[in-house]
């Protein structure tokens, strides 16, 4: 299955969440695909020893099966650059993860 998640929060616990649930994901076979939007770019920031976002987003990247894209304009907006956990794209590519995955997820 390819699986997209439409992360749009910079809340710790949820984020931990969201890719615990990419990393099971990934351990069944699927391929999940992350898109950070207005808030959701500031992810990492909101890592805690409670809630340890930075760590889940390791072990995601650690996949050929994933792929995290950030909103351009979100980044621009909070004064951010391009990095690995949080990479530059469009609006194109955001529409791209939607088209091509089988079940989007929001949080």
């Known amino acids: ?7 749009s929060t ?4 949820t984020n931990w969440n969201a890719f615990r649930l990419a990393n ?6 699927d391929t999940v695909s992350v898109f950070l939007l207005g808030e959701g770019v ?3 920031q909101a890592s805690s020893s409670q809630f340890n976002v930075k760590e889940q987003v390791e072990k995601f990247l650690q996949s050929e099966n994933t792929q995290i894209i950030a909103c351009g ?11 690995k956990e949080c990479p530059e794209g469009s609006l194109e590519d955001w529409y791209r993860i939607v088209s ?6 929001t949080f």
């Open 24 to 29: 099971l994901a990934l351990s069944k076979g």
């Open 10 to 13: 910079n809340n710790a616990e």
């Open 42 to 44: 500031e992810y990492g």
């Open 73 to 83: 304009t979100c980044l621009a907006i909070r004064k951010q650059g391009s990095t």
């Open 100 to 105: 091509e995955s089988d079940k989007v997820l």
């Open 1 to 7: 299955m390819k699986l997209a998640i439409l992360l």
